[in-house]
């Protein structure tokens, strides 16, 4: 992965990241220490802490507490820095057994559940949405971590996330080393910009006027879309997001009735609750307003 890389690169990633990668090791030991018992039958979801605008930085936290309520399934958050046994975040513990991938979690406890939230599907329509999910996930997040990373220079919402300068620093060149190797990261930002475009328009042409992407009744889709267009939504306060959400309208009113309709507790779950009439934004922590 990083053999395009040029040596003083890879040295400075070296020298950057060390000091965090034994901080999550000390986490990591500390917290295999306590024995924690946990109710029977619940899920425990680990997540970082909650995003300053949208419940998580993460669109695959956020997809999958969307299906968990969409499933209504039992949960309980554990918010902490810990990743899955693949690396990644969110990972869940479910009767002693864990479970790590958004995906991999969905489709265990659809399984174990016998959850099926696609079965009013045709299966024409379970196959587009297995089309869908894998370009939201797998394509039009790259697109979202690139205008996050490389385009976004303000950062705010990381900063207001607590986010320091070493850990956005190491983050931003670590983030820029994948998406290249990716792909997406070696277009330019009007190449990318009109890459992004296109999922866009595919995501609103077949949403039409319809509630949900497939009509009255939400599917397991629906969770994957939202946790991506969350991101783009209320993390990328960039005027080139704001324009596609202006000419793709019903996106926007897409992503309000997901919010409504599985987040009645939205500004519960955020750290700075937003009142959509004024746009006034409030802390909660002290109250405050900016």
């Keep these: 992965m990083l053999e395009n890389l040029n040596r003083t690169d890879l040295y400075f990633g070296i020298i950057l990241s060390t000091p965090v990668v034994l901080l999550l090791l000390w986490r990591r030991k500390n917290s295999s220490n306590s024995e924690v018992v946990h109710p029977k039958d619940t899920v425990i979801f680990h997540q970082p802490g909650r995003g300053p605008f949208a419940p998580s930085l993460s669109p695959f936290v956020v997809k ?23 690396g990644k975040i969110p990972w869940i513990e479910y009767n002693d057994v864990t479970i ?47 205008n996050r990373w490389k385009y976004d220079s303000e950062m705010r919402e990381f900063k207001l996330s607590n986010w320091s300068w070493l850990k956005l620093t190491i983050a931003r060149w670590f983030v820029n080393s ?31 006027k319809k509630k949900y992407i497939f009509g009255d009744i939400p599917s397991e889709l629906d969770s994957s879309i939202f ?29 309000q009735q997901m919010k409504n309709a599985f987040w009645p507790d939205w500004n519960d779950c955020v750290k700075y609750p937003v009142d959509e009439n004024s746009g006034i934004v409030k802390n909660k922590t002290n109250g405050t307003t900016f």
């Design 64 to 86: 999958l507490e969307t299906y968990l309520r969409m499933a209504k399934i039992p949960y309980q958050n554990v918010h902490d820095s810990i990743r899955g046994s693949k």
């Design 100 to 146: 790590p991938d958004s995906q991999l979690i969905i489709e265990y406890l659809n399984k174990l559940r016998d959850v099926d939230l696609n079965k009013h599907l045709t299966e024409e329509q379970q196959a587009v949405a297995v089309a869908f999910q894998r370009m939201v996930d797998e394509h039009t997040y790259w697109l979202m971590v690139i």
């Design 178 to 208: 994948q998406t290249h190797q990716q792909g997406l990261g070696r277009h330019n930002k009007e190449e990318v910009m009109a890459i992004l475009n296109k999922d866009f328009h595919s995501l609103s042409t077949y949403l039409g």
């Design 227 to 255: 946790g991506q267009l969350s991101q783009f939504r209320w993390h990328l306060p960039l005027s080139d997001i704001t324009d596609l959400f202006q000419r793709y309208q019903n996106l926007d009113q897409y992503c």
